[in-house]
């Protein structure tokens, strides 16, 4: 992959980061407001009590890594890279089961304007900036 | 330091910060499963009863209940109980004038949202009940349960074929 212009590069991460940070704060201070958003994308498999104490977390992890652990930086992205995956698809599945439901991502609202397919494209493109910032990182292994 | 090794400090640290939060800290939630417990306890908790499909059902034969859907109008359309109006939690404070005038407060409301973990019905009922109505009611399980238990569904699919 060609590494991307270092400008672009520093201002990508560091969004992603922040986004990762800003997003862990709300469900860190309310597990429980996040268990129910989690619980709301009816994914029977997923328990919701269990990713609404442990996910805030690693978010908030990658997130500073990203933004300030050079050592782990390529791991926070990896994290992001596999997290906006996962909710592209966990939202690209609540649209397509039909579901009404409010992100979840930065707000614990109830009332919170209702998932749509450019949440998943945003996700998603956040999902392959982070990669392909973890491959073109220092360190990483060239293919 | 090899991107898998970094991933995995990474989330050994979110595991334990997890289970740090969740022992001692102030706000403490069920590991696991929980939700439609908590949603029953925070409705019983809120003065609003739970029915059971079968109770539900039989107050709305016997014609005593306002049956309320609390989910997005395309959820209502696509497949709802028999009866339901649309009142959807997430734009109350508009849908409600327009169901206003059918809202005797004399009249039990019962209200359902899509399922055992939806809490749009609770927040919905405590609206209601915010509202001046003494008696609302949730069906448990929501629509989900309804199903499950074979009751009839009505869409505004046209007529011909049944709801999906």
């Given at each position: 992959m060609r590494m991307p212009a270092r400008p672009v590069a520093l201002a990508a991460r560091l969004a992603l980061g922040a986004v990762f940070v800003v997003a862990a704060a709300p469900k860190i201070a309310d597990p429980g407001a996040f268990a129910w958003a989690v619980?709301?994308?009816?994914?029977?498999w997923v328990p919701a009590g269990a990713v609404a104490v442990f996910?805030?977390?690693?978010?908030?992890?990658?997130?500073?890594?990203?933004?300030?652990?050079?050592?782990l930086r390529r791991g926070g992205l990896a994290w992001a890279a596999l997290l906006l995956g996962g909710f592209a698809v966990a939202g690209a599945a609540a649209l397509l089961g039909?579901?009404?439901?409010?992100?979840?991502?930065?707000?614990?609202?109830?009332d919170a304007a209702p998932l749509g397919w450019g949440h998943v494209a945003a996700t998603l493109a956040g999902a392959v900036a982070a990669a392909g910032l973890a491959r073109a990182a220092p360190g990483a292994v060239q293919a | 330091m090899r991107i898998a090794l970094q991933a995995g400090l990474l989330l050994a640290?979110?595991?334990?910060?997890?289970?740090?939060?969740?022992?001692?800290?102030?706000?403490?939630?069920?590991?696991?499963?929980?939700?439609?417990?908590?949603?029953?306890a925070e409705a019983r908790a809120s003065g609003i009863a739970v029915m059971s499909v079968a109770e539900a059902k039989a107050a709305l034969d016997a014609g005593t209940h306002l049956l309320l859907d609390a989910r997005a109008p395309a959820e209502h359309a696509a497949r709802r109980i028999p009866w339901a109006m649309s009142l959807p939690w997430r734009t109350v404070t508009s849908s409600i004038e327009a169901i206003a005038p059918m809202l005797d407060p004399a009249r039990p409301l019962l209200v359902y949202c899509r399922g055992a973990a939806c809490d749009e019905g609770l927040l919905l009922a405590r609206h209601l009940r915010a509202r001046g109505h003494g008696n609302v009611s949730l069906i448990g399980g929501g629509m989900e349960a309804w199903r499950?238990?074979?009751?009839?569904?009505e869409s505004d699919a046209p007529a011909g074929g049944p709801a999906p």
């Amino acid at each position: 992959m060609r590494m991307p212009a270092r400008p672009v590069a520093l201002a990508a991460r560091l969004a992603l980061g922040a986004v990762f940070v800003v997003a862990a704060a709300p469900k860190i201070a309310d597990p429980g407001a996040f268990a129910w958003a989690v619980a709301r994308y009816d994914l029977a498999w997923v328990p919701a009590g269990a990713v609404a104490v442990f996910l805030p977390w690693l978010e908030l992890f990658a997130g500073l890594a990203i933004l300030a652990v050079p050592a782990l930086r390529r791991g926070g992205l990896a994290w992001a890279a596999l997290l906006l995956g996962g909710f592209a698809v966990a939202g690209a599945a609540a649209l397509l089961g039909g579901l009404s439901i409010p992100c979840g991502c930065f707000s614990l609202a109830t009332d919170a304007a209702p998932l749509g397919w450019g949440h998943v494209a945003a996700t998603l493109a956040g999902a392959v900036a982070a990669a392909g910032l973890a491959r073109a990182a220092p360190g990483a292994v060239q293919a | 330091m090899r991107i898998a090794l970094q991933a995995g400090l990474l989330l050994a640290a979110a595991l334990a910060a997890g289970v740090a939060a969740n022992t001692a800290g102030p706000r403490r939630i069920p590991w696991t499963g929980g939700i439609e417990a908590r949603l029953e306890a925070e409705a019983r908790a809120s003065g609003i009863a739970v029915m059971s499909v079968a109770e539900a059902k039989a107050a709305l034969d016997a014609g005593t209940h306002l049956l309320l859907d609390a989910r997005a109008p395309a959820e209502h359309a696509a497949r709802r109980i028999p009866w339901a109006m649309s009142l959807p939690w997430r734009t109350v404070t508009s849908s409600i004038e327009a169901i206003a005038p059918m809202l005797d407060p004399a009249r039990p409301l019962l209200v359902y949202c899509r399922g055992a973990a939806c809490d749009e019905g609770l927040l919905l009922a405590r609206h209601l009940r915010a509202r001046g109505h003494g008696n609302v009611s949730l069906i448990g399980g929501g629509m989900e349960a309804w199903r499950a238990a074979g009751l009839p569904v009505e869409s505004d699919a046209p007529a011909g074929g049944p709801a999906p």
